[in-house]
C-alpha cells in the first residue's frame, strides 16, 4: 500500500515539476509561487510514505527518487538559464567577480550588482 502511494506521489510530482518548467519558460512568478507550495506540500507527503516503507522496497523506491531528481535538477538548470538570459535582456553583464557574500556580481551602466 504505501510503494503504490508513494508512486502516486512520484507522479504528482512529475506533473508539478512539468508545471513549474512551463512557468519558468513563461516567466510566470504566479506559477512558480503556486508550484513551489504544491512541491513543497508533496515532497512533505513523500517523506512521511518513504518511513513507514519496508526495506525490501528500497531499491525501488532509489529508483524513483534518482528520476525525480533528474527532473528537479532540470528545473534547476533551465531556471539558471532562464535568470542568465533575462540578466543579458535587461543589460546586466557579469563582472567575473563575487561579492563579499560569494554571490557572483553584475554590472549595468558602472554599477555593480549582486545577483539574488
Known sequence: MSLDKIRELGEELRHVLAQERAAIVALDHARLADAAAHKQYVAFALDEQRKALAPQDAAELRALFGA????????????????????????????GGYDRHARRAYSQGGRKLAAY
Open 68 to 95: 525525480l531528481r533528474a527532473e528537479t535538477r532540470a528545473n534547476a538548470m533551465l531556471a539558471a538559464a532562464a535568470a542568465t538570459a533575462v540578466r543579458k535582456l535587461l543589460g546586466y553583464e557579469p563582472t
